[in-house]
């Protein structure tokens, strides 16, 4: 994979990957960071925070070269507020790394998602919290040219205030998915034609970092970013991350996309005659009763809800697995569905039950070209 190595292998992937777009992009906006290599000591990098005026709330990041393969929601953020001291003695900080070393020892001993063991220590990213109104994720589609999905979400004041956006790129324009999108907030519809605008700039930036030299073109990439339609800051639109998504494929054939059919999200491509799965669904609870099945023996797929974070959070230990189908898509692109999406080689959504209608072990031929997806019964 090509990537900036000069400055992902002395500052992680996180940093080095920001550092390397400012370098080449400085008016694309990122909310102000100093980096603690492991080298550093705490104490002078704390005071060069306060140097540097990087304002408060403060977030504490990791930012490893092994997190370019992935590891979304492994490790630790944490939020400081200049009122707790015992940021400013350093002790939080120190407690962070030593959380990364613990979860350095439970990603090598249970998770096991990359054959990579992870650096002992890691870079730490100190950096001002974004204070917009949303949170987002952008992912280019590795089969479909010029195809871009972005999710905005919050979830503030309880069940009845929760966003869960999705919007489409293409040809040039954001659209939004109603069918994977729930909203509650009284405000999203007086927002929509500056969100809508905000999300035109975010993918423009994308664009522009995926050609410089460095960005690994036979990849899509992926982009975090905070977003503000309400307009209450100077910066309202400000990216987070940068990493690669899944390597690009394109299918030498096409599945004919029957009328009316309902919309999709679908990533990867199949033989054209396809692949059979064995569904295997309730993998949490087959966890705790240790009968996960061997997706490594046999050709195991996944069913379920989007929602169910007990199951995508066990997921990823099935090495293997063939396919993820997931139902009830508002939601997506969260930390841990994101893993199974960029490992999985076939993950499909769908806005209503469709992709949850199968049974325990049932039996299915699937057949995706990356933007259709025909499943059959066997």
Not at 251 to 271: D, H, N, Q
Request: aromatic share 12%; proline share 5%; charged share 25%.
């Amino acid at each position: 994979m090509i990537y900036p190595e000069k400055y992902v292998h002395e500052y992680g992937a996180k940093a080095g990957l920001l550092m390397y777009i400012k370098e080449h992009l400085p008016y694309i906006p990122q909310m102000p960071m100093v980096v603690k290599r492991p080298t550093d000591n705490i104490d002078d990098i704390l005071s060069q925070a306060d140097d540097e005026n990087i304002g408060w709330p403060r977030l504490f990041r990791s930012s490893t070269l092994e997190e370019l393969y992935g590891f979304e929601g492994f490790f630790p953020t944490t939020k400081a507020d200049k009122n707790e001291l015992r940021f400013v003695r350093g002790e939080e900080i120190t407690r962070f790394c030593k959380n990364l070393d613990e979860f350095n020892h439970y990603a090598k001993k249970e998770i096991m998602v990359i054959q990579n063991f992870l650096s002992k220590n890691m870079p730490v990213i100190i950096t001002e919290q974004h204070q917009g109104e949303l949170n987002g994720v952008l992912v280019e589609h590795p089969n479909q040219k010029g195809v871009l999905y972005m999710r905005t979400s919050y979830y503030a004041g309880g069940y009845n205030n929760r966003h869960h956006a999705v919007f489409q790129y293409a040809d040039g324009k954001v659209q939004p998915m109603e069918s994977f999108s729930v909203v509650m907030n009284r405000d999203y519809e007086n927002w929509m034609p500056t969100l809508i605008a905000q999300l035109q700039n975010v993918a423009s930036w994308y664009n522009e970092i995926k050609a410089l030299p460095e960005i690994d073109k036979e990849y899509s990439w992926q982009i975090e970013f905070g977003i503000d339609p309400a307009k209450k800051m100077e910066m309202p639109e400000c990216i987070f991350q940068f990493k690669p998504f899944r390597k690009k494929q394109f299918a030498e054939y096409t599945i004919p996309k029957s009328r009316g059919a309902e919309e999709l999200i679908v990533f990867g491509i199949t033989p054209e005659y396809g692949i059979e799965i064995k569904v295997k669904k309730d993998i949490r609870k087959k966890y705790l009763e240790r009968k996960l099945p061997n997706a490594q023996r046999e050709n195991i797929g996944y069913s379920g809800k989007v929602q169910n974070t007990g199951d995508i959070n066990i997921l990823p230990t099935l090495i293997g697995i063939k396919a993820a189908l997931f139902g009830f898509g508002w939601g997506l692109f969260a930390h841990k569905d994101m893993v199974i999406a960029r490992s999985v080689p076939v993950v499909a959504y769908s806005g209503s039950s469709l992709l949850d209608n199968y049974e325990d072990d049932e039996k299915l031929r699937i057949i995706s070209d990356g933007r259709t997806i025909k499943i059959n019964r066997i």
